[in-house]
């Protein structure tokens, strides 16, 4: 069975700290792992990444992929209250179709 | 740029009533999800449509039937409701078209929220 973890579930810092949130997968048929985050309603793109090593960028945000170990870890620098939300990892499956397995979150919470 | 559009935003059902789900999308994807999200197990997947006239079960199936009317639009129906199908669900679309291509990103709808009695 396709298997997505993430943790912690839940994680409450106060802003200015960084943070560093773990997915770690058992799946077949592995294309690519994907972040998204989900403030008050949909979840919204942040990341894919396909090959190990290689870290990907967006401002405060990064997240690398480790295809050996199985895992990504998404961090966050210089936290804002504006973070606060929940952080979905998902790994897409090539199945016939375009299939996500997504784990169960983490509800990362910014106190100021 | 409505993207995503799912109707009703919220709704309360009483068990043993039905009810459909619609979700549209104007960015001509041809594939398109159902999920429910419920507290401390993410995203399930419950059906999706690669293409119009094509549908597929996901994890979770059960109780729910789908419709690709077009290109455009995916409805998801409960026949008969039960309280375990209280949840938030999200309609999604992709540009994936078949094969082994894609890049797994997915547009989410805003979510319909479903409480049954």
């Known amino acids: 069975e396709d298997k997505v973890v993430q943790s912690p579930l839940s994680l409450v810092v106060h802003e200015g700290d960084t943070v560093t949130l773990n997915c770690s997968y058992e799946?077949?048929?592995?294309?690519?792992l994907l972040w998204y985050k989900q403030e008050k309603k949909a979840p919204t793109f942040l990341f894919m990444l396909t090959s190990s090593g290689i870290e990907k960028k967006s401002g405060r945000l990064s997240s690398i992929l480790d295809k050996k170990e199985l895992f990504s870890i998404l961090n966050i620098t210089a936290t804002q209250t504006g973070d606060s939300a929940i952080y979905l990892c998902a790994v897409y499956l090539i199945q016939g179709a375009q299939k996500l397995v997504f784990g169960q979150g983490t509800r990362l919470t910014i106190n100021p | 740029n409505a993207g995503v559009t799912q109707t009703p935003k919220f709704q309360v059902l009483k068990t043993g009533q039905s009810m459909t789900l619609q979700c549209a999308q104007d960015m001509n994807h041809n594939s398109m999800y159902w999920y429910r999200q419920d507290p401390g197990m993410g995203l399930r997947l419950i059906y999706y449509?690669?293409?119009?006239?094509?549908?597929d079960k996901g994890e979770v199936p059960n109780g729910y039937n789908v419709s690709r009317l077009n290109k455009r639009e995916f409805s998801l129906r409960l026949e008969s409701a039960a309280p375990s199908q209280t949840s938030v669900y999200f309609c999604?679309?992709?540009?994936?078209?078949?094969?082994?291509?894609?890049?797994?990103?997915?547009?989410f709808g805003e979510g319909s929220r479903l409480t049954v009695l």
């Open positions: 999604a679309s992709s540009t994936y078209s078949g094969g082994t291509q894609g890049t797994g990103e997915l547009f």
């Open positions: 449509s690669a293409s119009e006239g094509t549908t």
């Open positions: 799946v077949t048929n592995f294309r690519s």
